[in-house]
């Protein structure tokens, strides 16, 4: 005998957009002020694809983005929504956005030998 099979009912799951919330904008927005304030960063943009948001920094304008903090939909990655990254590595990740930042609080200082 033939089955009747429902197409939607094998297909995937559509995850739901993603945003910042205002909270959240406020936190970026400050670390990164602090750094446009030292003239370390220059720019910023803000991203959004199906199941992520970005919130990506630039020293200079055209260029590649230094850091990209990445928030992803809830529940999808094990180790946490949020992740910081540069250059296609993950520098940290977290369940919330102010563990992630904590990676701009430290500051690099150069050693002589």
């Known amino acids: ?14 995850i739901s957009a993603v945003y910042f919330t205002k909270k959240e ?3 970026l927005l400050s670390h ?10 220059k720019d910023y943009a803000i991203d959004q694809e199906q199941g992520m948001s ?4 630039y020293r200079d304008t055209g260029n590649r983005p230094v850091f990209t903090v990445f928030k992803y939909a809830k529940g999808t990655h094990r180790q946490g ?4 990254g540069t250059g296609g590595n ?3 990740r977290g369940k919330k956005l102010t563990d ?3 990676v701009f609080d430290r ?3 150069i050693v002589s030998r």
Request: aromatic share 12%; proline share 0%.
């Open 107 to 109: 500051r690099l200082r």
């Open 81 to 84: 929504d949020y992740v910081v």
């Open 90 to 92: 993950v520098i940290k």
């Open 54 to 57: 970005s919130f990506s920094i």
């Open 25 to 27: 904008l406020n936190q």
């Open 32 to 41: 990164y002020s602090q750094r446009v304030i030292s003239g370390e960063w």
């Open 1 to 14: 005998m033939h089955q009747i099979v429902r197409i939607n009912d094998f297909k995937r799951k559509e």
């Open 100 to 102: 992630v930042l904590s």
